[in-house]
Nanobody, 120 residues
Framework: EVRLMESGGGLVQAGGSLRLSCAAS????????IGWFRQAPGKEREGVLC????????YYMDSVKGRFSISADNARNTVYLQMNSLKPEDTAEYFC?????????????WGLGTQVTVSS
């Protein structure tokens, strides 16, 4: 059984930082492009960023460029989303996804999500 388990969400003041984790079981994350989506109440789901080790491609939503970054610990089969300078508009449920073969490809697996709330 494949599972993607996000953690690290919570409540933070504007300007603060959070690091989300996405731990995988049943698959090897480095075999996939890894992305993060988010969805705020009443809004459509949006792609935040994605990184593909297969072709080196990356994608960052304009509003998070310079503030968010992604990294991986292959030994732990875990991907991290570092979020700095958080804004209230970053408030959303955040989901990690495993995509093949590269960013923009087929989303094979979804995590269950973790809530991020940024207070003003």
């Amino acid at each position: 059984e494949v599972r993607l388990m996000e953690s690290g969400g919570g409540l933070v003041q504007a300007g603060g930082s959070l690091r989300l984790s996405c731990a995988a079981s049943g698959i090897t994350l480095e075999d996939y492009a890894i992305g993060w989506f988010r969805q705020a109440p009443g809004k459509e789901r949006e792609g935040v960023l994605c990184i593909s080790s297969n072709d080196g491609s990356t994608y960052y939503m304009d509003s998070v460029k310079g503030r968010f970054s992604i990294s991986a610990d292959n030994a732990r089969n875990t991907v991290y989303l570092q979020m700095n300078s958080l804004k209230p508009e970053d408030t959303a449920e955040y989901f990690c996804v495993a995509v093949s073969p590269v960013c923009g490809g087929v989303t094979d697996y979804w995590g269950l999500g973790t809530q991020v709330t940024v207070s003003s």
